[in-house]
């Protein structure tokens, strides 16, 4: 890992924490609000099968790290995450986003940074879909979000009662940091602003995504010009998880095919 000291505009300067794997073509991967822990197996994974670059860094307030007060929004972690392509000079970069870490990557495609050459959105949240409410994380029990979360919830439970008084709060910290950023999930604005998207963009969701459903997903890439939709079979909210093969080889092969400069895969 490393600290990376970024000057935001009206701010000062922030440190962000950010893991690296591999080297070649440059990915950025935005985990979601389980954690940097929920993208560290795939991008590992992603780095060793190809040619790639893997970037992850810790949404400031995520395990343990500091948040300044003023950075509240996905907005802002978008502006931030700019600042850390510019930071790391990065040309050709492929964005993941995961759940939140979706709507993050939704957000940098607006700002419209010529560093990135494509984004993947996988299971996002963010968007207001009519009949298709964003599921409601913070009043679910660990089990009930398990089995909103997976395809087979079984390998992925957590007993409660086996954490100790550290992992408890250490998930206190991080579902804080979650509230605070994404609040209900959703920003009413955001679906209309995402017709000015121009970067190739797919739109990735699991099948059994109990959070948001994949109806949720097809109107999130409706809503971006030249967007695809794909579904991963018994997956759910986190295929990273459920589906990794799949899932790789659909990010590789998008990022890939509207690369700059192509990479050989190992």
Known sequence: MATHTLTMPGHGQLDVTVDAYGAGHPFLLL???????????????????????????????????????????????????????????????????????????????LLQSQRISSTLLVDAVGIDVAGQPVADIFSLTLPQLAELSYHNPEPFRIDPASLSDAQRAAMAANRAALRTYGGTMTDPTLRPRLAAISQPTLVL??????????????????????????????????????????????????????????????
């Open 31 to 109: 985990h979601g609000g389980a954690g940097p822990q929920s993208v560290a197996g795939f991008a590992r994974t992603l780095a060793e099968r190809h040619h790639a670059r893997v970037i992850v860094p810790i949404h400031p307030g995520f395990d343990g790290t500091h948040r300044p007060q003023w950075l509240t929004t996905i907005a802002g972690l978008a502006q931030l995450y700019r600042a850390l392509l510019d930071d790391l000079d990065l040309v050709d970069v492929t964005v993941v986003g995961s759940s939140i870490g979706g709507w993050i990557a939704a957000e940098l495609a």
């Open 205 to 266: 969701w699991g099948d059994s995504d109990g959070i948001c459903t994949p109806d949720y997903g097809r109107a999130y890439a409706a809503a971006i010009p030249g967007a695809r939709f794909a579904l991963l079979p018994n997956a759910g909210h986190l295929p990273q998880f459920e589906a990794p093969e799949p899932l790789r080889k659909l990010v590789w092969d998008f990022a890939e095919s509207h690369a700059t400069h192509r990479s050989a895969a190992r």
